[in-house]
């Protein structure tokens, strides 16, 4: 199931789902995953393709 979610509803989905799957943006999720340079040679988002 795909659902948007803030802070809340994540920490609702951990504790009652085995397996959460989170993909962040530019939304308040985005803060608690902060990008780790040693993992990620991208500094900004890829252009999009036509």
Request: proline share 10%.
């Amino acid at each position: 199931m795909l659902h948007e979610a803030g802070v809340d509803d994540l920490e609702w989905y951990a504790r009652t789902h085995d397996l959460v799957v989170v993909c962040t943006g530019r939304g308040e999720l985005s803060r608690l995953f902060p990008r780790n340079c040693e993992l990620s040679p991208y500094d900004r988002p890829r252009p999009r393709w036509p």
